[in-house]
């Protein structure tokens, strides 16, 4: 991977907000750099079925107990 001044950026704004959305054209770099920066964090992709239904999953029962 090219070393980009993105990674600073994008963990420096992860410091600041609950969320932060890597966007950009297919086959950019976006999940390279996000697995660069985020070494520690599970990753997780919405493209796969599987996953997006488990995230719904944990959403509606958050949303059963009155969580956020």
Not at 16 to 33: D, I, W
Not at 52 to 61: A, F, G, M, V, Y
């Amino acid at each position: 991977m090219i070393n980009r001044d993105a990674g600073i950026e994008l963990f420096t704004l992860f410091q600041q907000f609950k969320a932060v959305a890597l966007v950009g054209p297919r086959q950019s770099g976006k999940t390279t750099l996000a697995r660069a920066v985020f070494t520690e964090k599970e990753y997780v992709s919405f493209e796969n079925r599987k996953e997006r239904l488990s995230i719904q999953e944990i959403n509606t029962i958050r949303a059963a107990r009155g969580l956020k």
